[in-house]
Nanobody, 125 residues
Framework: QVQLVESGGGSVQAGDSLRLSCAAS????????MGWFRQAPGKEREFVAA????????YYSYSVQGRFTTSRDNAKNTVYLQMNELKPEDTAVYYC??????????????????WGQGTPVTVSS
């Protein structure tokens, strides 16, 4: 079992940067593929980024490619999402998720077993 707690969200201006953190408890974190998702008001939860168990592989949604970077520190049981050049359309609650069954996670939320409570990000123009 892995428990996830996100932090680092906030209110920023367009063009600013934020770094989200997701701290995990449990000794199986390093064997979990991790993902980031977001959900804007009135919209479905959407995939943002995924990172493999070791951190050597990552991939991103088209909408954030080139602006967001995910990384992880397995010694600290933490995964990060660095968000640069933020846009108003990035406004959402951001969630980290863990998949203990795959080397790297998918883009489908229902394949992840563990979820954090979410951290809100608001980007104003």
């Amino acid at each position: 079992q892995v428990q996830l707690v996100e932090s680092g969200g906030g209110s920023v201006q367009a063009g600013d940067s934020l770094r989200l953190s997701c701290a995990a408890s449990g000794r199986t974190f390093s064997s979990c593929a991790m993902g980031w998702f977001r959900q804007a008001p009135g919209k479905e939860r959407e995939f943002v980024a995924a990172i493999s168990q070791s951190g050597s592989s990552t991939y991103y949604s088209y909408s954030v490619q080139g602006r967001f970077t995910t990384s992880r520190d397995n010694a600290k049981n933490t995964v990060y999402l660095q968000m640069n050049e933020l846009k108003p359309e990035d406004t959402a609650v951001y969630y980290c998720a863990g998949d203990p069954r795959r080397v790297i996670g998918t883009q489908k939320a229902n394949t992840y077993a563990y979820w954090g409570q979410g951290t809100p990000v608001t980007v104003s123009s």
